[in-house]
């Protein structure tokens, strides 16, 4: 019983050291947010803002252009997580049902492999050239180039899960195989797309580099915008932490309210993949 209740409270202090560690620099962005200017530096330091303002997401949002950031990564991964989806999940069912698909699938695949700094200067180029540079199809069609490939691959090992008879049985009722595909198959499939659509979310949201070289001052991402704000002779942390932690809810409530269909399509994914 003894060892059994020392083993319990190491496991429980590990965890809650483990929690507290991961956690701190969330909850540190939180109150970082609505600190006053006069706080942001102060000694020792105050875990607790004494006056919590607005000012700082005011600031970021409407005189710095964290609205049209908010905007634009909206724009850019939305966009890309609803074209990469429809061109994955057609593109995966056929590798699929077609035999020998799966060699074309890892070719397909392998085209993800490639760190983005290798496309990022023909992107440049490319763009540059067509007078597209600093706009959303710019960075959309970027993206495209990355997700599109990763959505084929995941959505291919769903498919592979889900038993051929059941479009069998659905063309032998007459539907056609599109029919089949959208009536039968994506429906039987709807776990796997959804968390197929988070990741190529959090792909387009978070991504970095590529937006830092398409764009400028018309199309401001979050992820180029926030660096804007360190400045050479002062560093905005108050504007930086408000506009982070407005970056980072989209994501978390993306995973809050689909968590129970991402965890299956997940599962179902990589087990049956």
Same mark, same amino acid.
């Given at each position: ?15 809650? !050291? ?7 620099? $969330?909850?540190? *962005?939180? =109150? *970082? ?5 006069? @706080? ?6 105050? $875990? &607790? ?7 700082? /997401? ?23 997580? $609803? ?6 999940? *057609? ?14 699938? /890892? ?6 492999? #490639?760190?983005?700094?290798? /496309?990022?200067?023909?992107? +440049?180029?490319?763009?540059? %050239?067509?007078?597209? !540079?600093? %706009? ?9 180039? /990355?997700?599109?490939?990763? #959505? =084929?691959?995941? *959505?291919?090992?769903?498919? @592979?899960? &889900?038993?051929? @008879? ?6 032998? @009722? ?5 029919? #089949? +595909? ?7 499939? !709807?776990?796997?797309?959804? #968390? =197929? ?14 937006? $830092? ?8 991402? !979050?992820? =180029? ?49």
């Amino acid at each position: 019983m003894n060892k059994l209740s020392t083993y319990t409270i190491v496991r429980f202090i590990v965890i809650a !050291l483990a929690i507290l560690f991961f956690a701190f620099p $969330l909850y540190w *962005m939180v =109150t *970082m947010a609505f600190k006053p200017e006069v @706080d942001w530096a102060s000694f020792p330091p105050k $875990l &607790i803002p004494d006056r919590p303002t607005l000012e700082n /997401f005011y600031k970021g949002l409407f005189r710095m252009g964290g609205l049209q950031g908010l905007m634009d990564s909206f724009i850019i991964a939305g966009t890309n997580m $609803l074209i990469s989806l429809i061109i994955g999940s *057609m593109a995966g069912f056929g590798l699929s049902r077609y035999r020998g698909g799966q060699n074309i699938a /890892f070719f397909i695949l392998s085209q993800r492999f #490639a760190p983005a700094i290798t /496309f990022a200067l023909a992107f +440049f180029a490319m763009f540059s %050239t067509f007078r597209l !540079l600093d %706009t959303h199809i710019a960075v959309i069609i970027a993206h495209l180039t /990355f997700n599109i490939p990763f #959505a =084929t691959w995941i *959505m291919k090992s769903f498919f @592979d899960g &889900i038993p051929k @008879d059941l479009e069998e049985s659905a063309l032998v @009722d007459g539907c056609s195989l599109k029919g #089949a +595909f959208f009536r039968v198959v994506l429906p039987v499939s !709807l776990p796997g797309l959804i #968390a =197929t659509s988070v990741m190529l979310f959090m792909f387009s949201w978070n991504e970095f580099l590529i937006q $830092l070289f398409l764009t400028r001052s018309a199309v401001k991402p !979050l992820p =180029t915008l926030i660096p804007r704000f360190y400045g050479g002779h002062d560093i905005l942390y108050g504007v930086v932490c408000a506009i982070a932690f407005l970056a980072s809810i989209p994501p978390i409530l993306i995973v809050a309210l689909f968590q129970k269909y991402l965890v299956r399509g997940l599962t179902m994914g990589y087990i049956k993949g």
